[in-house]
């Protein structure tokens, strides 16, 4: 009784015969002609995949949350796809960064089939691009314009997906997208094959099957009347179950909006399921250590120096102070910037050659309760100039020989080798706090200026306290160690060289500026000098191990201020007793994560990773829309906590800028 079948010829010839190749053409150039990049959710870009590596998971969607979905589609006159390929959009826009997504959709293919194209059988599915711009649009605005352009598509139902491929601005051969939806009509359930009055059982078995699309994520969306079934195809280090909880959260989200609030903007929508959301925003910023967070940095070398006052507290070229010796030279200092005026958040410049002299001017000015403001004595005349006009220190310490470089300046000048006799007589006890807190300026140091200006970026006490604290936990410092200070004082990580030591009991070796710069010269001052801690860039190891450093048993190595490659790290590994991959911007203080580099394989991706966040410091990874990106996704890097500096000096709208709320904290 049924009727005649078609041949699929007529398919064919409806498919190239219906719409001209220059009406198909026209669309996708007006749909697709500015995407010039991919949407490749989670870095997925394989687009010609065979299915191999894919794992599936189902999920069926809360009957109380598909109830209302129909009732918002019935009432907004639209179709329950159309939520589906918004809420879809949704995720892909998190899952790749960006807020204007393409990807397929699959079409029946019939409904531009012809006349009799149900009587016809053969493959008549089709897979086109579906382009989903989510930027401020609310959510009822979001839905009708994805059933506007849904019902667009169908007239193109049987354009080539190459020619709309072609009509993009992503070049070949990378993929215009990665992602496919498959929104079905599956019926109530499968019906068990019979036949016949008594309904005996036809000759036909189903023994199994397997579905596999060429892409690498591709979600399908049964529909069964009712209710509605999920399933995700993904690689299985992207997690099959994370992207259905993603799919769910992200239609709970927007049946919700557009129910209480059809004006909201759909990228504001939560897409992460909570226990996704809580674990990269709360479990992996589980970081919270005691400190000292109520002293300053001085304070709690003041504290050492009652512990151990006749350690040896600094050496440079053989000369030494003890911990008393070094606390009473810095005390006197300070007592003589007190009565100039130095006090909580007074600027001090300091440029000296390194030296034991160095030191005292550093701790002279904190305990004054003055910021310092280094000044490499090596700095060009003009950059010099140009940081001490822009920090207006109220004295500048120096030396004599370094004097003339500031011809021209009104700041006073103090030559701490010609002018020490003038307040050699003043007291040696410790200044008393007069006012000082934790989150008063430390130091004003000033970027590279590579990217323009350079910027004085403001760091106080208490971002200090915290990262001198925790580095001594990971360490494992001890009164026994020698830390190497090597680096210059105009770049941060000099803070930990020269203080980390002086909280510890243990003692700072300070290298001449040739050792520094100089990769055998940092090598003999090694073999010269045994340190048990030294830090240095990727740059400076490699050059060091390349010299023929031979590394020593008890040395423990941090490495910092650029990426460390793979192989570098394990040539470095195999020479010292433990390595650390450190990062951190100057506006966090030094160094905001830390990485244990082991003796085993350094990772696929030929580089060692920046880590966990220190004590007390909470690291985010977020998409344009400051909303947190599911794990494994790109983003842009966001650090907060203890350590975040108070701002860029005079500069208020950069401040504004960079530094901004943390809405995850609380």
Partial sequence: ELPAPLPFRNYVAQARLGVSRAEHEAYFRELLGDVDEPTAPFGLMDAWGDGSGIVEARQAVDGGLAARLRESARRLGVSAASVFHVAWAQVLARASGRGDVVFGTLLFGRMQGGEGSDRALGPFMNTLPVRVPLGSGGAESSVRGMHRRLAELLRHEHASLALAQRCSGVEAPAPLFTAALNYRHAGTGRQALRSGPDRAPVAMQRIGGVERTNYPVTLTVDDRGEAFGLKAQVPASVGPERVCAMVHRALEGLVAALE????????????????????????????????PGSSCLHELFEAQVRRTPGAAAVVFEGRVLTYAELNRRANRLAHHLRARGVGPDVRVGVCVERGLEMMEAL???????????????????????????????????????????????????????????????????????????????????????????????????????????????????????????????????????????????????????????????????????????????????????????????????LSGGEALPGELAARVRERVAGLWNVYGPTETTIWSSAEPVGSGPTGERGYVPIGRPVANTRLYVLDGAGEPVPAGVAGELYVGGAGLARGYRNRPEQTAERFVPDGFSG
């Fill in 363 to 557: 701790l002279g000015v904190l305990k004054a309760g003055g910021a310092y403001v280094p000044l490499d004595p090596d700095y060009p005349t003009e950059r010099l100039g140009y940081m001490l006009a822009d920090s207006e220190p109220a004295v500048l310490l120096s030396q004599a020989a370094l004097v003339e470089r500031f011809e021209g300046s009104t700041v006073p000048v103090v030559a701490l080798d010609g002018e020490a006799s003038s307040w050699g007589e003043l007291a040696e006890t410790n200044p008393e706090r007069a006012g000082l807190g934790p989150d008063h300026l430390a130091y004003v140091i000033y970027t590279s200026g590579s990217t323009g200006r350079p910027k004085g970026v403001m760091v106080a006490h208490r971002g200090v306290v915290n990262l001198l604290w925790s580095m001594r936990r990971t360490l494992g410092m001890a009164p026994t160690d020698r830390l190497l200070a090597v680096t210059t004082l105009a770049f941060d990580i000099s803070v930990l060289e020269l203080f980390l030591p002086l909280i510890c009991g243990a003692r700072v070796e300070i290298l001449d500026r040739a050792a520094g710069s100089e990769p055998a010269l940092l090598r003999e001052a090694i073999l010269a000098c045994p340190g048990t801690v030294l830090q240095a860039t990727p740059a400076t190891w490699r050059l060091l191990v390349d010299a023929g450093w031979s590394g020593g048993e008890a040395l423990r190595a």
């Fill in 260 to 291: 209480e609030a059809p004006g909201r903007a759909v990228r504001h929508i939560e897409v992460l399921p909570p226990a996704e959301r809580a674990r990269v925003l709360e479990e992996w910023n589980t970081t919270g250590a005691a400190y």
